[in-house]
């Protein structure tokens, strides 16, 4: 008998042993997932210089960008792909990336030229062919891209030449440029994404080349020497998954990274105290609102929606973020496409008292208010403050609070009389806040609150069906102006993106919607 | 004992099962949509309908769960919604870092557990069995994530000894044991407590047994008494909470393992309920449920070599 426990305690050490030495090697992605085979293995954490650590909270989903469509994927794809074009931060126009020039023959015509001589990271030259090849698979329904509907609009792709592509749109597309400048629409490698699965394999033509996958612990980029628009300094990249913020930020004190994004508000007073790091700060396009369930009958009475907006108190609100909110009543922001400083003061001002005679000239009062909310930081927050809010004002506000997969589910149910919802606008384009928000096509999916107006429907068509861009802007004033004078949405505030990143480093680039690039930074 | 380690392998299959089924009906009526959660929140209604018919879950729930049932069957189980990845795949390479910080985890708690135990029988009702069994009360009632954040502020941030987390190097290196350290005591200390309290009362009752008194007697030195008389028969009782312990170590990894930045099951598991990735949740959960079944037949086994009185022949 004891002989037989003897050997049964050996084998599971021998397990045990088995298990943790089998465990290292699977921390390298496997052989398929990888180009690391064909090198030497590195020191992870290398404290030279050149490799740089960034610890994000999540794990990316994976690395196509024609399959994912979450932040934490895109800061990789970013990296590793380019798009056909770019918004320029400064002048908020969209320039050409890796297209050279662009011109419309007509309403409905794009003939796009290419920069040349550009490879992608395999060798295969980025060329027209590579670009329809990307443009189909991400709109062919096969693919289930998430992102599909940025295409919606394109009717055929057509290769001219070696470095010319032609794009005809169903109806003349005006946000088409902005929805190329789509993380989502960067030109992957045909021959890649033939041989290999992109998620696991990105291969692209951008700054940083794709070394390995551990899925849930690290992606290691290394520096693309032969970058066409100028090696980066730094030689190695890596994303570290550290999910607990506090953790990471106490790894950014101690140098185990030298990176974190996306800096919570009450985390702001312990990072400023903290001596060996800058911490970057920038408007931002992301967007915060209290947005009305508009199919509920109360929330259709014009009364109520002014009733709700004049009891908010949006500047008590944005004092509370640490300086990481803009106040305005414009539901496009400051750093977007279609914004006119005249909606900045066009909603219904804070009022107290004319909100309470509103709720008693109406009897508000009696019918319970659901206000559901996201189980996120700043959401609950916003919850709390607008609940006393409209307690002061005299309604009666219930609060319910729920974690985000069912939060969705619920508000596009529309189980709910009003909630809080964002958007951060990765395209920086009014269009694209407007319609997928806002429009009465997305009810049911995207338009969360149910707005429906036929009028303002119309000028989003037409801010999305207008060429001229000057024109656009106009229109999607005129939109913005009119969904805030109808309180269809009381916005809360527009977010600041930030970042903390190592004294020891320079160079980042932080653009408004949150988005960064590691491509100039450098060490001391 | 063959036939023991036979039956149970019978049982766990059948548990398999049924825990399966709980797992799949349980994510299938909860509400959020694994759809929604690939396509994210810009989504539009086509785009969800494709990726709601790419996944298979316009099926009905019965096709949806014999088709898992079957290919699991055959070892397939399924590739997650959100990375696409291989589900086994992607616990193969996780699992490790989970067994690590288990075992380690158990280690602390079991060499703590037992010797404050024992101390406190030994030394009962002195100031040290009243200090010993206080901590205990106070390491039971400490929640894993306030004392894993306060262990990395002091330890990590402010001596910098310790690095703040991940556990990525080999476990037999410096730097190994190094990232182990401060997750083992997180997750140890409050299984170490319950061990405590349980070798102190065991111990305590088995010192006043007729043996005991019989082999002082007898004048067995007071070392023997304690070490061969007294402790392995006090064990069997604690070596029962070690095992359940066990279950609630492997529970208890997934804030520890958040906490430390460790790639986990634990974190697995609770990543892909957020997420609503269906096939990732089953895994994590089958292979949890067959680590408690494995780990508490050890527990039967070692009975039989502490008390040769227990067979299962």
């Known amino acids: 008998m004891k002989k037989n426990v003897w050997l049964t305690l050996l084998l599971l050490v021998l397990l045990f042993l088995t298990a943790c030495s089998s465990g290292e090697s699977a921390s390298a992605p496997p052989k398929e997932n990888s180009k690391e085979d064909t090198k030497e293995p590195e020191k992870a954490e290398s404290t030279s210089n050149e490799t740089f650590t960034y610890a994000s909270t999540s794990d990316v989903v994976g690395m196509s960008p024609i399959l994912t469509n979450d932040s934490v994927s895109a800061n990789i794809t970013e990296h590793v792909f380019e798009k056909l074009f770019e918004r320029n931060d400064d002048t908020k126009e969209i320039e050409p990336r890796l297209a050279e020039s662009f011109e419309n023959t007509d309403e409905n015509t794009w003939v796009i030229k290419l920069k040349e001589g550009i490879k992608f990271h395999d060798g295969t030259p980025f060329n027209a062919e590579a670009v329809k090849y990307t443009f189909d698979k991400l709109r062919d329904p096969a693919t289930a891209a998430p992102r599909a509907s940025l295409l919606e609009p394109v009717d055929t792709i057509t290769v001219i030449d070696e470095n010319t592509v032609e794009i005809k749109t169903k109806y003349p597309y005006g946000a088409f440029l902005a929805a190329l400048s789509h993380s989502n629409a960067a030109i992957v490698s045909p021959t890649a994404d033939k041989e290999l699965d992109l998620m696991s394999n990105p291969v692209g033509t951008g700054p940083f080349k794709f070394v390995s996958w551990t899925p849930g612990d690290r992606v290691e980029l290394e520096a693309n020497e032969e970058y066409w628009d100028g090696a980066p300094a730094l030689k190695k990249v890596i994303l570290k998954v550290v999910p607990e913020i506090s953790t990471a930020i106490s790894m950014l004190q101690t140098g185990e990274v030298q990176f974190i994004d996306n800096l919570p508000t009450e985390q702001i007073e312990r990072l400023e105290a903290m001596d060996n790091i800058n911490i970057e700060k920038k408007e931002g396009t992301p967007v915060y609102y209290l947005t009305f369930n508009h199919s509920k009958e109360m929330n259709q009475d014009p009364e109520f929606r002014e009733a709700v907006a004049a009891a908010i108190d949006r500047d008590a609100f944005v004092s509370k973020l640490n300086g990481l909110g803009v106040r305005s009543d414009s539901v496009i922001g400051p750093e977007v496409f279609g914004y006119d400083a005249s909606a900045d003061n066009a909603g219904t001002p804070y009022d107290l008292e004319a909100a309470k005679a509103l709720v008693q000239k109406n009897g508000y009062a009696d019918k319970p208010i659901k206000l559901l909310t996201a189980n996120r930081a700043n959401f609950v927050l916003m919850a709390e403050i607008v609940q006393a809010q409209l307690t002061e004002a005299g309604f009666k506000v219930d609060i319910e609070s729920m974690e985000w997969a069912t939060f969705l589910d619920t508000a596009r149910a529309g189980d709910y009389d009003i909630t809080f919802l964002s958007w951060s606008n990765v395209t920086g384009d009014g269009s694209e806040l407007l319609y997928p928000n806002f429009h009465s096509d997305n009810i049911g999916s995207s338009n969360r609150g149910q707005y429906n107006n036929p009028e303002f429907d119309e000028l989003v068509v037409q801010s999305r069906t207008t060429i001229d861009q000057e024109e656009r802007k106009v229109i999607l004033n005129q939109a913005n102006q009119m969904m805030i004078k109808d309180n269809a949405a009381v916005v809360m505030y527009h977010g600041i993106v930030t970042a903390a990143m190592d004294k020891a480093y320079s160079g980042l680039i932080l653009a408004p919607n949150g988005k960064w690039s590691l491509k100039d930074v450098t060490g001391e | ?313």
Not at chain 2, 159 to 172: A, D, H, I, K, R
């Open chain 2, 1 to 313: 004992m063959i036939a023991l380690i036979v039956r149970r392998g019978i049982q766990l299959v059948f548990l398999l099962l049924g825990i399966s089924f709980l797992v799949f009906s349980s994510m299938y009526i909860a509400p959020g949509d694994p759809a929604t959660m690939v396509g994210g929140p810009t989504a539009t209604e086509s785009d969800l309908e494709a990726i709601s018919e790419n996944l298979g879950l316009n099926d009905p729930f019965i096709v949806q769960y014999g088709r898992y049932v079957k290919n699991a069957a055959q070892g397939d189980f399924g590739y997650s919604y959100q990375t696409r990845q291989a589900v086994s795949e992607a616990i193969v390479v996780r699992f490790p870092n989970t067994l690590k910080l288990a075992i380690a985890s158990m280690i602390v708690a079991v060499v703590i557990g037992i010797i404050a135990g024992l101390i406190s029988a030994l030394r009962h009702n002195s100031w040290l069995d009243v200090s010993t069994t206080t901590f205990a009360l106070a390491g039971i009632s400490i929640p894993n994530f306030w004392l894993g954040a306060l262990l990395i502020l002091v330890f990590a941030v402010n001596l910098q000894w310790l690095p703040v987390g991940g556990l990525s190097e080999p476990f037999y290196t410096v730097e190994g044991i190094k990232q182990l350290i401060l997750p083992a005591i997180t997750l140890g200390t409050g299984s170490a407590a319950m061990i405590a309290r349980m070798a102190r009362s065991s111990m305590l009752e088995v010192i006043k047994a007729d043996y005991v008194r019989t082999a002082r007697a007898k004048g067995v030195k007071e070392r023997n008494v304690i070490w061969v008389h007294t402790l392995k028969n006090a064990m069997i009782p604690v070596i029962t909470v070690i095992g359940l312990n066990f279950g609630f170590l492997l529970g208890g990894t997934i804030i520890t393992e958040k906490v430390f930045a460790i790639n986990g099951v634990g974190r697995l598991m609770i990543d892909s309920i957020a997420m609503r990735d269906f096939p990732m949740v089953q895994g994590s959960v089958l292979l949890v449920a067959t680590l408690f079944v494995v780990v508490n037949l050890i527990v039967d086994i070692v009975y039989t070599y502490i008390d040769p009185r227990i067979s299962y022949d």
